[in-house]
């Protein structure tokens, strides 16, 4: 069984079920609840991208910081010779 047939037999009863749910209300309500779930959405997915792109940015001020350290002091060589003989 491969991983799009788990999260399919996990998921497809519980979109049936707020289908379901969905079928039984007004038109009214139905199409607030769908553009309720459509801005939680979009808000989900620019948070997402916000700290996506903070990792990115400490993740390479961390690398330049290192690089910066390994190429042009004598630290990293310092620690790595008392730890590895």
Request: glycine residues 12%.
């Amino acid at each position: 069984m491969n991983i799009l047939q788990t999260i399919e037999d996990f998921v497809g009863p519980l979109i049936a079920q707020g289908i379901g749910i969905l079928e039984g209300l007004p038109v009214i309500v139905q199409a607030a609840a769908l553009l309720g779930l459509a801005l939680f959405a979009v808000v989900g997915i620019f948070v997402f991208l916000k700290k996506f792109i903070k990792f990115f940015i400490v993740l390479g001020i961390l690398g330049g910081a290192f690089y910066l350290l390994y190429t042009q002091t004598t630290i990293i060589q310092d620690l790595l010779s008392g730890i590895m003989p």
